[in-house]
């Protein structure tokens, strides 16, 4: 099956920092790639979509503003976590797809705000 | 999206099959089923999916039934290393061009295989 990366593994971070998390896809062009996050003991939630060279699509809910995406290439997204407060500790998933192909996950990222 | 019930967990003795079912009853004719499971601590990972017919692969079976309002996904001789959350999903086509279709997740079953 298709790799799909995430660095780092870890982060942990001071309230009101950011903190930026890589996707990357490794030996594919993704033309689509999502980002979910996961609470313990709950399942994963979708947060947003985005499309290589376009604006992010952001489920309800989930401020735009707080969780910047960018997805400047068919093989690089990223997620920056701006102002976090302990509330944005979480596990964070991301996703990529080709169109009409299976979707690949990538190991995620353990978010920890203090 | 259509939704999908599924256990909320389930055993089964390492060697045997372990059988894990889901229902989609209010699927649509042209979304597929979708399997993935996710072991502790890791992003989740593709087993196989269907529309129709039975799938199968180096992972595991898909039996569909033929109403496609429920399924099953076989794992023929489960191991210790099985032992993960399964989830069923109903995959959304989504609409327009360039919208993507979205896997969204439930709660899955939690599988247990054990000595």
């Known amino acids: 099956g298709a790799v799909v990366s995430q660095h780092p593994s870890r982060v942990i971070c001071k309230s009101g920092t950011s903190v930026k998390i890589e996707c990357r896809s490794l030996d594919f062009q993704a033309t689509t790639m999502f980002w979910y996050r996961q609470f313990p003991k709950q399942s994963l939630m979708l947060m947003a979509t985005s499309n290589e060279g376009s604006k992010a699509t952001y489920e309800q809910g989930v401020e735009k503003d707080k969780f910047l995406i960018n997805h400047a290439s068919l093989t690089l997204s990223t997620l920056t976590v701006t102002s976090a407060h302990p509330e944005d500790s979480s596990f964070y998933i991301c996703?990529?797809?080709?169109?009409?192909?299976?979707?690949?996950f990538g190991p995620g990222t353990r978010l920890t705000v203090t | 999206d259509a939704k999908t019930t599924q256990p909320t967990s389930m055993d089964c003795a390492e060697g045997r099959a372990a059988n894990l079912p889901c229902n989609h009853s209010?699927?649509?004719?042209?979304?597929?089923v979708y399997w993935y499971r996710q072991i502790h601590s890791q992003g989740p990972q593709y087993i196989i999916h269907?529309?129709?017919n039975n799938e199968t692969n180096e992972m595991a079976s898909l039996i569909i039934t033929e109403d496609r309002k429920s399924s099953t996904l076989i794992l023929p001789h489960a191991t210790l290393r099985d032992t993960a959350v399964y989830y069923c999903i109903v995959r959304s086509t989504g609409q327009g061009s360039g919208t993507a279709s979205k896997l969204t997740f439930g709660t899955g079953t939690r599988l247990q295989v054990t000595l």
């Open positions: 269907g529309l129709k």
């Open positions: 209010t699927i649509s004719g042209n979304e597929y």
């Open positions: 996703s990529a797809r080709v169109r009409g192909k299976e979707q690949y």
